[in-house]
């Protein structure tokens, strides 16, 4: 990890002398000079910012107004805060970009965006449905399901839960294989069912306490849920999933394309 050009004294003297163009907003000002100290490593990755009275005051500014800087900076993916006695606000990585209606997968996704992702296997058990995932799948209630739980990482950070459920009829043997890799991969190369289409429900939501802990944000952290059914070529569900996303970590693209019989 590469060192910041500038400790913190100098950061608050580089606040004290900042000057304000009277056309802009204040935080739009803040935000620029902030930005350009990130993307010239001044600031590097992991970088702490000064305590935010700190540095209002360094600014000359309130700290409503340093707020707003901060605030796009971190939907930016350039920073990240944090709460309680370690709190504060770091320079993170920008955030890495998935494209959920891409069946690339998400392990290729982030290597491209980040390169460097990984996995890392939470449970993985064989058991009935149950009435949702049935309905998902096609299937009865009681019929058997793989259910595989992971955790997956962009670099180091965890990004995305991962609850995925797979028609045991379909996928035998299934939690034999290598599950920390590319579960579209195994489908396709393994089982001839590689998913061909998907259908996908998007729903903002908070981390909540079981959640936050593994994705190591707070509870009430704006999270993506992601409700997804995946089909194959014939059209049969091979796998239905819930992940839930850091939006703070990961950008989320839908792309699609225009039906010319529909124009």
């Known amino acids: ?82 709460v309680g006695g370690r709190g504060g606000s770091f320079v993170s990585e920008p955030r890495a970009s998935v494209d959920i209606s891409n069946l690339m997968g998400l392990s290729a996704q982030l290597l491209k965006s980040v390169h460097s992702a990984s996995s890392r296997l939470l449970d993985a058990e064989t058991g009935p449905a149950g009435r949702l995932v049935a309905e998902a799948l096609q299937l009865p209630p009681d019929a058997e399901v793989h259910r595989i739980r992971r955790l997956r990482y962009a670099a180091s950070t965890p990004v995305v839960l991962e609850e995925s459920h797979f028609p045991a009829d379909l996928f035998p043997g299934l939690l034999s294989r290598h599950l920390t890799g590319s579960m579209y991969a195994v489908m396709g190369e393994e089982y001839g069912l590689a998913p061909f289409s998907s259908i996908e429900e998007l729903n903002p939501s908070v981390a909540g306490p079981a959640n936050s802990k593994l994705l190591e944000i707070g509870p009430s952290a704006p999270v993506l849920t992601i409700k997804r059914t995946a089909l194959c070529e014939d059209g049969r569900p091979v796998e239905y999933s819930e992940d839930v996303i850091r939006t703070d970590r990961l950008r989320i693209i839908v792309s699609g394309r225009v039906d010319p019989s529909g124009r």
Do not use: Y
């Not at 050009?5 to 608050?12: G, R």
């Not at 930005?35 to 000359?60: C, F, N, V, W, Y």
């Open 1 to 82: 990890m590469k060192e910041s050009k500038i400790n913190t004294d100098e950061l608050l003297e580089q606040a004290q002398n900042l000057t304000f163009d009277p056309s802009l907003p204040a935080h739009q000002v803040v935000h620029g000079w902030l930005t350009d100290l990130i993307l010239a490593d001044s600031l590097t990755l992991g970088s702490k910012l000064p305590p935010e009275r700190q540095l209002a005051s360094a600014l000359g500014i309130s700290r409503m107004t340093l707020r707003q800087a901060l605030d796009t900076l971190q939907h930016e993916g350039r920073l990240i805060r944090a």
